[in-house]
């Protein structure tokens, strides 16, 4: 069974910096991107970044681009955010997810797939 949980959420001022952490069990060959979306109240939940774990390749949501970085430990266990220069646009809870890829290109964006499994979530305020 694939479990993800998310930590490393809180407060932080604007222009500041937080790491948010997903550590992942049960993934198999079925299971070779992981992904961070985010959700704000009111809005849909919208990707933010993706690895996969097969060749380390990352992508990233253009509303994040130079700002925020996807990475793994080396047993692929545990899946890092770091976001930095945070906007208050940025506050929104943030998932964990994985899937089998990360997606592709469209009219220059990547568009994420819609993961089958999903952590919790972990709440991010930046406050302005």
């Known amino acids: 069974e694939v479990q993800l949980v998310e930590s490393g959420g809180g407060l932080v001022q604007a222009g500041g910096s937080l790491t948010l952490a997903c550590t992942a069990s049960?993934?198999?060959?079925?299971?070779?991107?992981i992904f961070w979306f985010r959700q704000s109240p009111g809005s849909e939940r919208d990707g933010v970044s993706c690895?996969?774990?097969?060749?380390?390749?990352?992508h990233y949501a253009d509303s994040v681009k130079g700002r925020f970085t996807i990475s793994s430990d080396n047993a692929k266990t545990t899946f890092y955010l770091q976001m930095n220069s945070l906007k208050p646009e940025d506050t929104a809870v943030y998932y964990c997810?994985?899937?089998?890829?990360?997606?592709?290109?469209?009219?220059?964006?990547?568009?994420?797939?819609?993961?089958?499994?999903w952590g919790q979530g972990t709440q991010v305020t930046v406050s302005g």
């Open positions: 997810a994985a899937d089998l890829f990360c997606g592709s290109y469209y009219s220059g964006s990547y568009i994420f797939v819609d993961p089958d499994y």
């Open positions: 049960g993934l198999t060959s079925d299971e070779q991107a």
């Open positions: 690895i996969s774990t097969f060749d380390g390749t990352a």
